[in-house]
């Protein structure tokens, strides 16, 4: 993967994000400085869990996120509906809420999403492409992955 896909998300994922996490730290009474370290924390995090770096953390695994977890959550195939390993730091949110998956060390599985071949390739149509609503036949976007993934079982 690299470290790099770490910085490959939506501006508007930042706005939304940022701002359901830094909020409440600042109403219970967290200053600037300390919404920087989490910032600074979070984000060496997400580096971390994007590098192609082996370590073994051993019985840690259960409680933090690592790289050989986390790129399950990029895999093209999936067997949740709704993706795996979404724990950005702490990997006990995906053993607790059944969303765990780790079948075996990912360094060669495909990454993406199906149909990526049709996505956007300029950087303003990838920008705008969330926004856009992609209705053809009536049913937007969202109706026709549900259509395909029930086509699928």
Same mark, same amino acid.
């Given at each position: ?12 994922? *930042?706005?939304?994000?940022? *701002? ?29 869990? +994007? ?21 399950? +959550?990029?895999?093209? +195939?999936?067997? +949740? ?73």
């Amino acid at each position: 993967m690299g470290f790099a896909a770490h910085l490959r998300f939506h501006w508007a994922e *930042t706005i939304v994000y940022r *701002t359901k996490e830094y909020i409440p730290l600042a109403m219970i009474g967290f200053g600037i400085q300390d919404v920087f370290l989490v910032h600074i924390f979070a984000t060496s995090i997400g580096h971390f869990n +994007h590098s192609n770096i082996n370590v073994p953390l051993g019985p840690l695994r259960y409680l933090f996120n690592n790289p050989q977890m986390h790129i399950w +959550h990029h895999a093209k +195939h999936m067997p +949740h509906r709704y993706g795996a390993n979404s724990g950005i730091s702490l990997s006990v949110w995906d053993y607790l809420f059944g969303t765990v998956y780790m079948p075996k060390d990912g360094r060669d599985i495909a990454l993406g999403f199906d149909d990526v071949e049709q996505y956007p390739e300029s950087f303003v149509d990838q920008q705008l492409h969330p926004f856009l609503n992609n209705r053809s036949n009536g049913e937007s976007s969202i109706r026709k992955e549900e259509i395909k993934h029930l086509e699928k079982v």
